[in-house]
């Protein structure tokens, strides 16, 4: 059975951080893109920030521009995780945030592919107070 699980949401002020972390089982992360999306009540779902995996190595990350310089996407193979951390949050992150894989092309960003995901995992809910 292929899974994805995203953990580590969380009740938080403006200002701290939080750790998400995105666990695969069923398969394994490389030769994938992965992508965290968040969609907050009202609104459409976004693409946050991605990242491919080949060979143990990570290709390429991209961030939306309201998360550039906050957030940090990242990789451990060999736990099949990828991590997003988030820092200094503001009441606008507040949303419930999933993570998604999908195939990935070498040679190819990974932003292209946030609206071809194979594979969804539920989410968890990251809530920012003032």
């Avoid at 907050?40 to 961030?63: F, H, L, M, Q």
């Avoid at 951390?85 to 190819?108: F, H, I, N, R």
């Avoid at 592919?113 to 968890?124: L, Q």
Wanted: aromatic share 12%; glycine share 12%; proline share 4%.
């Amino acid at each position: 059975d292929v899974q994805l699980q995203a953990s580590g949401g969380g009740l938080v002020q403006a200002g701290d951080s939080l750790r998400l972390s995105c666990v695969a089982s069923g398969f394994t992360f490389n030769g994938y893109t992965i992508g965290w999306f968040r969609q907050a009540p009202g609104k459409e779902r976004e693409g946050v920030s991605c990242i491919s995996i080949s060979n143990g190595r990570t290709y390429n990350t991209d961030y939306a521009d309201s998360v550039q310089g906050r957030y940090t996407i990242s990789s451990e193979p060999a736990k099949n995780t990828v991590y997003l951390q988030m820092k200094s949050l503001k009441q606008e992150d507040t949303a419930v945030y999933s993570c998604a894989a999908a195939p990935w092309s070498p040679g190819t960003g990974c932003r292209p592919y946030y609206h071809a995901m194979s594979y969804w995992g539920k989410g968890t809910q990251v809530t920012v107070s003032s």
